[in-house]
Protein backbone atom coordinates (compact mmCIF):
# COMPACT_ATOMS: atom_id res chain seq x y z
CA UNK A 1 0.00 0.00 0.00
CA UNK A 2 1.37 3.77 -0.65
CA UNK A 3 1.58 6.20 1.68
CA UNK A 4 2.09 9.68 1.26
CA UNK A 5 4.08 12.01 3.68
CA UNK A 6 3.33 15.34 3.36
CA UNK A 7 5.95 18.18 4.76
CA UNK A 8 5.91 20.34 6.82
CA UNK A 9 2.91 19.86 8.85
CA UNK A 10 2.22 23.42 8.72
CA UNK A 11 4.13 26.27 6.61
CA UNK A 12 3.63 30.05 8.74
CA UNK A 13 4.30 32.66 5.99
CA UNK A 14 3.16 35.76 4.72
CA UNK A 15 1.22 36.95 1.94
CA UNK A 16 3.74 37.82 -1.01
CA UNK A 17 6.43 35.22 0.04
CA UNK A 18 6.86 32.07 -1.63
CA UNK A 19 5.43 28.12 -0.52
CA UNK A 20 7.22 25.38 -1.34
CA UNK A 21 5.54 21.77 0.22
CA UNK A 22 6.73 18.67 0.13
CA UNK A 23 4.73 15.41 -1.09
CA UNK A 24 6.76 12.20 -0.65
CA UNK A 25 5.56 8.45 -1.46
CA UNK A 26 6.42 5.24 -0.13
CA UNK A 27 6.04 3.29 -3.67
CA UNK A 28 7.91 5.30 -7.46
CA UNK A 29 4.80 5.95 -9.28
CA UNK A 30 3.83 7.50 -12.70
CA UNK A 31 4.21 11.54 -12.06
CA UNK A 32 0.49 10.84 -14.09
CA UNK A 33 -0.87 9.55 -11.22
CA UNK A 34 -0.05 12.23 -8.70
CA UNK A 35 -2.46 15.25 -7.75
CA UNK A 36 -2.85 18.36 -5.36
CA UNK A 37 -5.77 19.88 -3.49
CA UNK A 38 -6.70 23.04 -1.69
CA UNK A 39 -9.55 22.84 1.07
CA UNK A 40 -10.19 25.48 3.02
CA UNK A 41 -12.20 25.72 6.47
CA UNK A 42 -16.30 24.20 6.06
CA UNK A 43 -15.61 23.79 1.78
CA UNK A 44 -15.21 20.92 -0.25
CA UNK A 45 -11.01 20.26 -1.81
CA UNK A 46 -10.05 21.83 -5.16
CA UNK A 47 -8.23 19.91 -7.66
CA UNK A 48 -5.27 22.40 -8.22
CA UNK A 49 -2.57 20.03 -10.08
CA UNK A 50 -2.94 16.76 -11.60
CA UNK A 51 0.00 14.77 -13.63
CA UNK A 52 2.23 16.11 -11.22
CA UNK A 53 2.47 19.26 -12.93
CA UNK A 54 -0.53 20.47 -14.99
CA UNK A 55 -2.70 23.09 -13.42
CA UNK A 56 -6.58 22.17 -13.23
CA UNK A 57 -9.32 24.54 -15.41
CA UNK A 58 -9.28 27.77 -13.62
CA UNK A 59 -6.54 27.51 -11.37
CA UNK A 60 -3.87 30.76 -11.16
CA UNK A 61 -0.50 30.00 -12.49
CA UNK A 62 1.33 31.02 -9.29
CA UNK A 63 0.59 27.27 -8.85
CA UNK A 64 2.96 25.32 -9.88
CA UNK A 65 3.56 21.61 -9.39
CA UNK A 66 6.82 19.13 -9.92
CA UNK A 67 8.77 15.99 -9.38
CA UNK A 68 8.75 12.68 -10.11
CA UNK A 69 9.33 9.35 -8.70
CA UNK A 70 8.75 9.23 -5.07
CA UNK A 71 9.51 13.31 -4.74
CA UNK A 72 6.54 15.98 -5.57
CA UNK A 73 6.47 19.46 -4.79
CA UNK A 74 3.81 22.02 -4.67
CA UNK A 75 5.16 25.51 -5.09
CA UNK A 76 2.73 29.00 -4.62
CA UNK A 77 5.41 32.05 -6.35
CA UNK A 78 3.80 34.26 -4.42
CA UNK A 79 0.61 33.78 -1.65
CA UNK A 80 -2.44 35.54 -1.44
CA UNK A 81 -4.80 35.70 1.11
CA UNK A 82 -7.00 33.41 -0.30
CA UNK A 83 -4.03 30.79 -0.33
CA UNK A 84 -4.26 30.19 3.42
CA UNK A 85 -5.32 26.83 3.66
CA UNK A 86 -4.93 23.21 4.11
CA UNK A 87 -2.97 20.96 1.01
CA UNK A 88 -3.19 17.81 0.25
CA UNK A 89 -1.29 15.35 -2.29
CA UNK A 90 -2.91 12.31 -3.87
CA UNK A 91 -1.46 9.24 -5.68
CA UNK A 92 -3.03 6.67 -7.67
CA UNK A 93 -1.70 2.71 -7.37
CA UNK A 94 -3.28 -0.71 -7.73
CA UNK A 95 -6.97 0.67 -8.02
CA UNK A 96 -6.83 2.18 -5.02
CA UNK A 97 -6.29 6.33 -4.15
CA UNK A 98 -4.31 7.44 -1.45
CA UNK A 99 -4.15 10.66 0.27
CA UNK A 100 -1.02 12.57 2.08
CA UNK A 101 -1.91 14.12 5.95
CA UNK A 102 -2.13 17.76 4.29
CA UNK A 103 0.13 20.56 4.89
CA UNK A 104 -1.66 23.28 6.80
CA UNK A 105 0.14 27.03 5.03
CA UNK A 106 -1.43 29.69 7.49
CA UNK A 107 -0.66 33.10 8.01
CA UNK A 108 2.56 34.41 10.09
CA UNK B 1 -23.32 24.64 -14.53
CA UNK B 2 -21.44 21.50 -13.07
CA UNK B 3 -22.72 20.52 -9.78
CA UNK B 4 -22.81 17.36 -7.51
CA UNK B 5 -25.53 17.42 -4.45
CA UNK B 6 -24.86 14.84 -1.70
CA UNK B 7 -27.89 13.84 0.52
CA UNK B 8 -28.43 10.91 2.93
CA UNK B 9 -26.66 12.04 5.88
CA UNK B 10 -27.53 11.69 9.50
CA UNK B 11 -27.29 9.91 12.78
CA UNK B 12 -27.58 6.27 13.18
CA UNK B 13 -26.81 4.08 15.60
CA UNK B 14 -23.33 1.60 15.17
CA UNK B 15 -24.59 -1.34 13.36
CA UNK B 16 -27.13 -0.05 11.42
CA UNK B 17 -26.90 1.21 7.28
CA UNK B 18 -27.39 4.46 5.83
CA UNK B 19 -27.55 5.18 1.96
CA UNK B 20 -25.86 8.28 0.40
CA UNK B 21 -26.67 9.68 -2.91
CA UNK B 22 -25.06 12.18 -4.94
CA UNK B 23 -26.85 13.75 -7.93
CA UNK B 24 -25.18 15.26 -10.64
CA UNK B 25 -26.28 17.98 -13.17
CA UNK B 26 -24.54 19.97 -15.99
CA UNK B 27 -22.57 17.35 -17.13
CA UNK B 28 -22.44 13.86 -19.14
CA UNK B 29 -23.14 11.72 -15.99
CA UNK B 30 -22.71 8.57 -17.75
CA UNK B 31 -19.42 9.34 -19.35
CA UNK B 32 -17.64 9.52 -15.82
CA UNK B 33 -16.32 7.92 -13.03
CA UNK B 34 -17.62 8.82 -9.49
CA UNK B 35 -15.84 8.51 -6.24
CA UNK B 36 -16.89 8.79 -2.56
CA UNK B 37 -14.39 10.51 -0.21
CA UNK B 38 -14.38 10.81 3.48
CA UNK B 39 -12.87 13.36 6.03
CA UNK B 40 -13.90 12.37 9.41
CA UNK B 41 -13.64 15.62 12.24
CA UNK B 42 -10.68 17.47 12.32
CA UNK B 43 -8.95 14.87 10.31
CA UNK B 44 -7.60 14.35 6.37
CA UNK B 45 -9.56 12.97 3.48
CA UNK B 46 -9.69 9.02 3.14
CA UNK B 47 -10.63 7.57 -0.42
CA UNK B 48 -13.38 5.58 0.08
CA UNK B 49 -14.63 3.98 -3.52
CA UNK B 50 -14.90 4.51 -6.87
CA UNK B 51 -16.95 3.50 -9.77
CA UNK B 52 -16.39 3.22 -13.38
CA UNK B 53 -18.40 5.53 -15.83
CA UNK B 54 -20.47 2.66 -17.08
CA UNK B 55 -20.73 0.48 -13.63
CA UNK B 56 -18.38 -2.14 -14.58
CA UNK B 57 -15.55 -1.85 -12.46
CA UNK B 58 -15.87 -1.05 -8.37
CA UNK B 59 -12.75 -0.43 -6.02
CA UNK B 60 -13.43 0.00 -2.56
CA UNK B 61 -10.74 1.35 0.48
CA UNK B 62 -9.66 -1.79 2.82
CA UNK B 63 -11.14 0.02 5.63
CA UNK B 64 -15.18 -0.21 4.04
CA UNK B 65 -14.23 -3.55 1.43
CA UNK B 66 -17.26 -5.83 2.50
CA UNK B 67 -19.38 -3.59 4.23
CA UNK B 68 -19.57 -0.44 1.87
CA UNK B 69 -21.50 -1.26 -2.02
CA UNK B 70 -21.22 1.70 -4.01
CA UNK B 71 -23.58 1.82 -7.50
CA UNK B 72 -24.98 4.31 -10.22
CA UNK B 73 -28.04 4.83 -12.05
CA UNK B 74 -27.36 6.76 -15.42
CA UNK B 75 -30.33 7.33 -16.49
CA UNK B 76 -31.31 9.18 -12.98
CA UNK B 77 -27.61 10.92 -13.19
CA UNK B 78 -27.38 9.71 -9.58
CA UNK B 79 -24.62 7.39 -7.48
CA UNK B 80 -25.35 5.93 -4.65
CA UNK B 81 -23.34 4.85 -1.44
CA UNK B 82 -24.78 2.47 0.62
CA UNK B 83 -22.97 1.81 4.50
CA UNK B 84 -24.01 -1.23 6.27
CA UNK B 85 -22.75 -2.24 8.98
CA UNK B 86 -21.49 1.36 10.28
CA UNK B 87 -18.79 1.76 13.10
CA UNK B 88 -17.80 4.71 15.10
CA UNK B 89 -15.25 5.05 12.69
CA UNK B 90 -17.06 5.52 9.61
CA UNK B 91 -17.96 9.03 11.03
CA UNK B 92 -16.82 11.64 8.63
CA UNK B 93 -18.29 14.13 6.12
CA UNK B 94 -18.96 11.86 2.60
CA UNK B 95 -17.99 13.61 -0.18
CA UNK B 96 -18.96 12.86 -3.85
CA UNK B 97 -16.41 13.39 -6.55
CA UNK B 98 -16.09 13.24 -9.90
CA UNK B 99 -12.97 11.36 -11.89
CA UNK B 100 -10.82 13.61 -14.35
CA UNK B 101 -10.57 13.02 -17.82
CA UNK B 102 -8.35 15.12 -19.78
CA UNK B 103 -7.35 14.80 -23.37
CA UNK B 104 -4.17 15.42 -24.77
CA UNK B 105 -2.76 14.64 -28.38
CA UNK B 106 -6.38 13.45 -29.09
CA UNK B 107 -6.60 10.56 -26.51
CA UNK B 108 -8.21 11.29 -23.51
CA UNK B 109 -7.26 9.73 -20.23
CA UNK B 110 -9.19 8.79 -16.75
CA UNK B 111 -9.37 6.67 -14.00
CA UNK B 112 -6.07 7.67 -11.95
CA UNK B 113 -5.26 11.10 -12.43
CA UNK B 114 -7.62 12.96 -10.01
CA UNK B 115 -10.66 14.38 -8.72
CA UNK B 116 -12.08 17.61 -10.48
CA UNK B 117 -15.33 18.14 -9.16
CA UNK B 118 -16.73 18.28 -5.84
CA UNK B 119 -19.76 18.11 -3.73
CA UNK B 120 -20.12 19.72 -0.84
CA UNK B 121 -20.18 17.05 1.26
CA UNK B 122 -22.67 15.42 3.42
CA UNK B 123 -22.29 14.56 7.61
CA UNK B 124 -23.35 10.81 8.74
CA UNK B 125 -22.17 10.45 12.46
CA UNK B 126 -22.35 6.84 13.83
CA UNK B 127 -23.35 7.12 17.39
CA UNK B 128 -25.52 5.02 19.99
Known amino acids: EIVLTQSPGTLSLSPGERATLSCRSS???????LAWYQQKPGQAPRLLIYGASSRATGIPDRFSGSGSGTDFTLTISRLEPEDFAVYYC?????????FGQGTKVEIK | QVQLVESGGGVVQPGRSLRLSCAAS????????MHWVRQAPGKGLEWVAV????????YYADSVKGRFTISRDNAKNTQYLQMNSLRAEDTAVYYC?????????????????????WGQGTTVTVSS
Open chain 2, 51 to 58: IWYDGSNK
Open chain 1, 90 to 98: QQYGSSSWV
Open chain 2, 97 to 117: ARDLVYCSGGSCYSGAYGMDV
Open chain 2, 26 to 33: GFSFSSYG
Open chain 1, 27 to 33: QSVSSSY
